[in-house]
């Protein structure tokens, strides 16, 4: 992915830690952004992708 892309990723699912408020993605919800990620096109300055689990 190109430095200048910037990408939008609606609807993931994360989970709020109660302890510490962190924010947290899951494994296999990681797993899928990376493969989200490798196919985003990198002449685009902006894109928005729909996360579908």
Do not use: H
């Amino acid at each position: 992915m190109s430095e200048r892309t910037i990408v939008i990723l609606k609807s993931l699912p994360v989970s709020q830690c109660g302890a510490c408020r962190e924010y947290l993605i899951a494994d296999p919800v990681f797993a899928k952004v990376e493969k989200l990620l490798a196919g985003v096109n990198t002449s685009v300055e902006l894109e928005i992708i729909q996360f579908a689990s």
